[in-house]
Structure formats: structure tokens, C-alpha cells
């Protein structure tokens, strides 16, 4: 999972990565030897590796990348947040639902900026890009990705988040809970704990995002109408927007009323591309 890590589970991630990437950019007209080409591999081998890490073919998977998909997405999928729970739909999925055991920093500790806080980090691959995953000695605090930022940029915005913490890199400590994230053949866990260092009006905000199953869409109008403000949907959409950690606390899932992406701090490919990689593994 590492970046430029030589493991076998490292360089399978590079090459779906940068498949995804490829699909993204040129459409849905690649053939699998047009990609395997592209990736270096036999027809065979390619689609192996791709269908093993996103649950489906490149042909099937370049579909969930078209441009009408959030719209048919929000169509089909749409999730109503005071029922998604009661509904059990949040529940299965040890690839999507791995935030079961989280807790929030207190307002008053958020308050000092991260003060006495060390927070450890370190740079993984992901189906996304580079992945920058921070946390603390009790979860994942952190995640941002670099496909669209690049390295510094992601690595700085996370850092200036929590200005009075003490950063360590030390991506070993962190592997076992970033394999979880990400649903690593070698994960020795099953969830990825969370730590959400925030404001009390972000915290509701990322509670709703958690609710939103894997696979499933809402509205920046229903998660305020869910967390009992329904007039502070521009509010609820700047917490999406700081949320810090991306993919655990899906905030991709959050779509505009009109099925438009809406925004996404680290880039709207990548967005596209969560959404995409969640809607082929929900319906493999």
C-alpha cells in the first residue's frame, strides 16, 4: 500500500490508479488492449488485476464513469438519511463501511488548534492517487489525495488544519489501519478507527456523511434538513468541503439536488472516480 512500495499489493494499486486515470481521461471509447497497452500488461493479466481491486471489468467500469452517472445515481440511489439506518443500509461492505468505531475531539481541545496533539503520517497508493493518511493514537484523523493537488499542496492543507500539533512521519504505524481503508487483500483489520477533530457544526456534518451508505448518494439539502438546520445548506456545504477525511467520511457522496457533482476539495476526477469505484463494486 505504500507509495512506491514494491510489494505485490503496492504495484497492483499503481496500476489501478493509473487505469482509472486513463478511463477517466479519455472516456468510454478504450478498448482492454487499448489499456493493457497503456499499462505495460497482457489483455489477461490486466483484466485480472483491474476486476480483483474494483470488482468488475475496465469495460463495465468505464459505464459508472459516463457523464450522466451521478444523475442516475441520485435517481436510482438516493438515501434519506433519518432511514438509511433504520433501513439497515449502512450495515456489509467491510471494503466501504469501515467506519464502525469513531469519536470526535472535544470543541474545547479543537479549539487549540491541535495543541499537545501528535499526529502521525505518511504517503500510501490508493485506487485514487497518492494518498496522504494522518492520525492519532486513536484513529485515522487525516486523509487527502494528490492525483489533482499534488504531493505538497495535499500534504500542507492537512498540515495547516491542526497548526499547533506535533507532526511525525511514520507511515509504518499507520499501515494496518490505511489497509483497511482501502480493502487490501492483506488487511489484518477490519475497520479503520477515526478520530474527527472538528468544530461541533462540522462533527453533525460528518456524522451525516457516515450515514450515507456505500453506493448510495444524498443531497447537500438533506443532510442540513438531517441534522435539523434545513435553511444551512451552504453551511453544511462548507463542511462537507473541510471535511479531512476523504473516503472514510464519504463526503463524495454528496451530490447537488440537480445530480451535478457539486465540489470536491481534491478534485472533481476524483470524485467521479469514488463514486464510479463504489457504484461497480455495490452492483458486481
Not at 499503481?14 to 478498448?31: N, Q, Y
Not at 439497515?88 to 471494503?95: E, N, W, Y
Request: one cysteine or more; hydrophobic letters at 45%; glycine letters at 12%.
Amino acid at each position: 500500500m505504500e507509495q512506491h512500495s514494491n510489494t505485490e499489493d503496492g504495484y497492483h494499486y499503481h496500476i489501478v490508479r493509473r487505469a482509472i486515470e486513463l478511463v477517466d481521461d479519455k472516456g468510454s471509447g478504450l478498448t482492454l488492449d487499448d489499456l493493457a497497452h497503456e499499462m505495460g500488461m497482457s489483455p489477461a493479466h490486466f483484466q485480472r488485476v483491474f476486476s480483483r481491486w474494483v470488482g468488475v471489468s475496465p469495460k463495465r467500469y468505464q459505464q459508472y464513469l459516463a457523464l450522466g452517472h451521478a444523475k442516475a445515481l441520485l435517481a436510482a440511489r438516493f438515501t434519506t438519511l433519518e432511514t438509511a439506518h433504520a433501513a439497515g443500509l449502512s450495515g456489509g461492505g467491510r471494503l466501504h463501511d469501515l467506519f464502525l468505531r469513531w469519536e470526535a475531539m472535544s470543541p474545547g481541545d479543537y479549539a487549540k488548534g491541535g495543541a499537545g496533539l501528535t499526529i502521525f503520517w505518511g504517503w500510501f497508493d490508493s485506487p485514487f492517487g497518492p494518498a496522504v493518511v494522518m492520525g492519532t493514537q486513536k484513529g485515522i484523523c487525516g486523509m487527502g489525495f494528490a492525483a489533482e493537488t499534488g504531493e505538497t499542496a495535499a500534504l500542507e492543507d492537512l498540515v495547516a488544519r491542526w497548526p499547533a500539533a506535533r507532526f511525525v512521519e511514520d507511515p509504518m504505524r499507520l499501515r494496518p489501519w490505511v489497509l483497511a481503508a482501502f480493502g487490501a487483500a492483506d488487511a489484518k483489520l477490519e475497520t479503520a478507527p477515526l478520530y474527527l477533530i472538528g468544530a461541533p457544526f462540522q462533527i453533525k456534518v460528518w456524522e451525516a456523511l457516515l450515514r450515507i451508505p456505500s453506493g448510495h448518494v444524498t443531497t447537500y439539502s438533506e443532510i442540513a434538513q438531517s441534522i435539523g438546520n434545513p435553511r444551512a445548506v451552504r453551511a453544511v456545504g462548507t463542511a462537507v468541503g473541510r471535511n479531512p477525511v476523504s473516503w472514510l467520511i464519504p463526503c463524495h457522496r454528496a451530490l447537488r439536488k440537480s445530480g451535478g457533482l457539486g465540489g470536491y476539495h481534491w478534485g472533481l476526477p476524483v470524485k467521479r472516480a469514488m463514486l464510479a469505484y463504489e457504484s461497480a463494486r455495490v452492483e458486481a
